[in-house]
């Protein structure tokens, strides 16, 4: 039986926790993303609370599942719900704009005080 070298293993776990990590960046600056989401604040807010209930809050999402899905929408590869509207949004962003919007946006503090208190 072979066994995998404690160094290895613990290198490996390291990696995949950061990799699954809702606070990672996903490789992309905050700060350049702060200057690259005028377009996305129309309908997601500067600091990722949605204007309407149509659109979905950004703040705080993980960013990796924000570039996975701005990619998507770019590639034309994620159908149905608003694609219409984000298919064209993503299109002209580069592999770096859309890190550097995800690590903003996963940055950010999501406004629980202003979601509807319909009790």
């Given at each position: 039986?072979?066994?995998?070298?404690?160094?290895?293993?613990?290198?490996?776990?390291?990696?995949?926790?950061?990799?699954?990590?809702?606070?990672?960046?996903?490789?992309?600056?905050?700060?350049?993303?702060?200057?690259?989401?005028?377009?996305?604040?129309?309908?997601h807010g500067q600091d990722g609370m949605?204007?309407?209930?149509?659109?979905?809050?950004?703040?705080?999402?993980?960013?990796?599942?924000?570039?996975?899905?701005l990619t998507a929408y770019r590639e034309?590869?994620?159908?149905?719900?608003?694609?219409?509207?984000?298919?064209?949004?993503?299109?002209?962003?580069?592999?770096?704009?859309?890190?550097?919007?995800?690590?903003?946006?996963s940055q950010q503090q999501p406004d629980?005080?202003?979601?509807?208190?319909?009790?």
């Amino acid at each position: 039986m072979r066994t995998i070298p404690q160094a290895a293993l613990a290198a490996a776990i390291m990696l995949s926790t950061a990799a699954l990590s809702g606070t990672a960046v996903a490789d992309g600056d905050p700060e350049a993303g702060e200057g690259k989401v005028a377009a996305c604040a129309a309908c997601h807010g500067q600091d990722g609370m949605a204007s309407a209930d149509t659109y979905p809050n950004l703040a705080g999402q993980s960013a990796t599942y924000l570039k996975s899905a701005l990619t998507a929408y770019r590639e034309g590869n994620r159908k149905g719900g608003m694609s219409s509207v984000m298919e064209p949004q993503a299109a002209s962003l580069s592999d770096e704009d859309i890190a550097d919007i995800a690590a903003y946006y996963s940055q950010q503090q999501p406004d629980c005080a202003s979601a509807d208190d319909e009790g």
